[in-house]
Nanobody, 125 residues
């Protein structure tokens, strides 16, 4: 079955950096757009970033533009989220997602077929 396994979350001070990884298995990775969502306590799930199946295009939520960078390695079946200049408002559980590449946008939870279990990120002030 399809598995998306996130890693790299943790506790970091404001202004610091983290790199999240998501290892995918059970699917043809290059057929899927990949992305990240996050959910903070008491808030709705929020789009963070996405990358198309071939890595040609990337998309970001307004609150993370210029600070977070998404990338992928279609050989390693892994997607990454480099997070710099972190703020306390970035505190959330971060979810890796995979959506079949055709006929889809990238911004909505409905655009994705598979979700990881999530990895927590806590940014202290």
């Amino acid at each position: 079955q399809v598995q998306l396994v996130e890693s790299g979350g943790g506790l970091v001070q404001a202004g610091g950096s983290l790199r999240l990884s998501c290892a995918a298995s059970g699917l043809t990775f290059s057929y899927y757009n990949m992305g990240w969502f996050r959910q903070a306590p008491g808030k709705e799930r929020e789009f963070v970033a996405a990358i198309t199946w071939n890595g040609d295009s990337t998309y970001y939520g307004d609150s993370v533009k210029g600070r977070l960078t998404i990338s992928r390695d279609n050989i390693k079946n892994t997607v990454y989220l480099q997070m710099n200049s972190l703020k306390p408002d970035d505190t959330a559980v971060y979810y890796c997602v995979a959506g079949y590449r055709f006929g889809r946008s990238v911004y909505s939870t409905n655009d994705y077929d598979y979700w990881g279990q999530g990895t927590p990120v806590t940014v202290s002030s």
